[in-house]
């Protein structure tokens, strides 16, 4: 592999970390929210007007942005904890692979 086509790979990885890290980030805040057996029952809804969210508002971190921190139908604001959470599960899943990568340097070198 040249060093471009490794570099590519590793913002490949990094980026699907950051994700994996988001949507784990997003589900242990349902988890903090509801309690374990409320996260696996039902969907999730706006505490504002109780709409079911469809998938597109609950993509982590981007529909946030998208949707300026509210609802979508009511506008009632979603808390800054959900956001804070998603983006802690970014950068953990990020350094994850950044971690792993670097111990394959490592042991590769």
């Known amino acids: 592999m040249t060093g471009a086509s490794t570099a590519v790979l590793v913002a490949l990885l990094l980026v699907l970390g ?3 890290g ?3 980030g997003s589900f ?48 009632a604001e979603i808390g800054r904890e959900a956001l804070v959470v ?5 950068a953990a899943g990020a350094l994850v692979v950044l971690g792993l990568v670097g111990l394959v340097v ?3 070198g």
């Open 28 to 75: 242990a805040g349902v988890v903090r929210s509801r309690g374990w057996r409320g996260a696996l029952r039902g969907r999730s809804h706006c505490l504002g007007c109780h709409r079911t969210l469809r998938w597109y508002e609950l993509v982590p971190i981007a529909s946030y942005a998208v949707q300026g921190g509210r609802c979508r139908v009511c506008r």
């Open 106 to 108: 490592l042991v590769a």
């Open 18 to 20: 950051g994700l994996t």
């Open 86 to 90: 998603e983006m802690v599960g970014a």
């Open 22 to 24: 988001a949507v784990v």
